[in-house]
């Protein structure tokens, strides 16, 4: 899956692409650190958040 896809992603499926287990997934919902839909019992996360999350801890190169 890519991200250029804009569906809503599952809680293993977000785990995946961020690059971090699913507790970890779930503990930022709880913590509310990362956006999510609640559809009845089931939990998504939107791209955007995904994109958000990756954006927001990038560490640029140090200049030479």
Request: charged share 30%; net charge positive.
């Amino acid at each position: 899956m890519t991200l250029v896809d804009s569906k809503p992603r599952t809680v293993p499926e977000a785990a995946t692409e961020l690059n971090v287990s699913q507790a970890t997934i779930r503990a930022w919902i709880g913590q509310r650190k990362i956006g999510h839909l609640k559809l009845g019992r089931s939990v998504r996360i939107p791209a955007d958040e995904i994109r958000r999350k990756l954006e927001h801890g990038y560490v640029p190169p140090a200049p030479e």
